[in-house]
């Protein structure tokens, strides 16, 4: 098939979708082409996609994430050759795509022992779990965590790594064979349904007392759950809607003395700085096996098909794209 990209042609559903034929890419000095052999897929995917995060313009192509072989490399480029295995996500989007003209910058040299698949499907979460272990709360022995979604991509990685940290891990997960997952992972506790009593679960848990840090890419309705469950003075994390709009929050919510932080991690790797620290701790995650579990794979050509497994909800796992 010939090269081909994923075109978004307004803000809306799966139908603003389409495949078209890619033109050839030449890279400017300080640019690099990169044939992608794997795209990772994250809910921002389908931020972008609905409109809820606009792009800048439209048509656009969607897409943070994605790790593959570079082809060509711009006059100025120092450090990068034709041949290198690199990955790379965060902003501007445009990894739906078989290839892509990437600034220079943003690619991080893969070492041999992490694949493509792999690292296209945990470089983001890695880095973000980064930042969420790290500078949005710093997490280590006897800090009490919550992690919604503990069996999806991102929760897999925060469950492993904060676990490494010296934690004890609060999930939840809306089945028993997530939970199953999930316990594999190394989480200690495990509240099964999306009818749970989150709240008293996790205070029956935790001795009334809450946890240190919830972290909530839910949104909708749970948020208030997950401020209830976090203890006095401690920190709720909010860093998603996958059920709906996170809901405004009152002041006095958050009494007695609980914080409340909306990080993001494509704002956070905008400064270079931030990137490459973060990167580097995501490579040194993988190559110490903490990593996202694939739950499937998908043609490029199929990106409709495989947001709507995604915004579905059932995916036990990271999802790709692999051009053919």
Not at 45 to 64: E, F, T
Not at 98 to 117: F, K, N, S, V
Request: charged share 20%.
């Amino acid at each position: 098939m010939a090269n081909i990209l994923v075109s978004l042609t307004s803000p809306g559903g799966l139908e603003n979708l389409q495949i078209l034929e890619q033109p050839q890419l030449t890279p400017k000095e300080d640019e690099i082409i990169v044939r992608h052999d794997a795209i990772g897929m994250n809910f921002v995917d389908i931020y972008h996609r609905r409109g809820i995060y606009a792009l800048p313009s439209y048509p656009a192509v969607i897409g943070v994430e994605a790790a593959g072989t570079v082809e060509a490399v711009g006059s100025a480029i120092a450090g990068l050759k034709i041949g290198d295995r690199i990955a790379y996500c965060g902003v501007p989007a445009g990894a739906y795509a078989t290839r892509r003209a990437l600034a220079a910058q943003r690619a991080i040299l893969l070492p041999p022992q992490i694949d493509a698949a792999t690292a296209a499907s945990s470089l983001l979460k890695a880095m973000t779990a980064y930042m969420l272990l790290y500078k949005t709360y710093p997490v280590g022995t006897g800090t009490t965590v919550l992690v919604h979604a503990a069996a999806g991509g991102l929760g897999a990685i925060l469950v492993k790594w904060a676990k490494e940290l010296g934690a004890t891990v609060i999930g939840t997960v809306s089945s028993e064979e997530k939970a199953e997952l999930a316990r594999s992972y190394g989480a200690d506790h495990l509240i099964v349904g999306r009818d749970a009593d989150l709240v008293g679960e996790v205070k029956f848990r935790t001795n009334g007392r809450g946890v240190d840090v919830g972290y909530d890419g839910i949104g909708g309705s749970v948020l208030a759950k997950t401020i209830d469950s976090v203890r006095p003075f401690g920190t709720v994390v909010t860093i998603g809607q996958a059920a709906g709009p996170i809901p405004p929050v009152s002041v006095d919510q958050l009494r007695p003395g609980k914080a409340l932080s909306h990080p993001s991690i494509l704002a956070f790797i905008i400064d270079q700085a931030n990137y490459r620290e973060a990167a580097n701790a995501a490579i040194a995650a993988m190559e110490n096996g903490i990593t996202a579990v694939v739950a499937g794979k998908y043609p490029l050509e199929e990106a409709a098909r495989a947001q709507e497994f995604l915004e579905s909800g059932r995916a036990a796992g990271s999802l790709l794209l692999i051009p053919e």
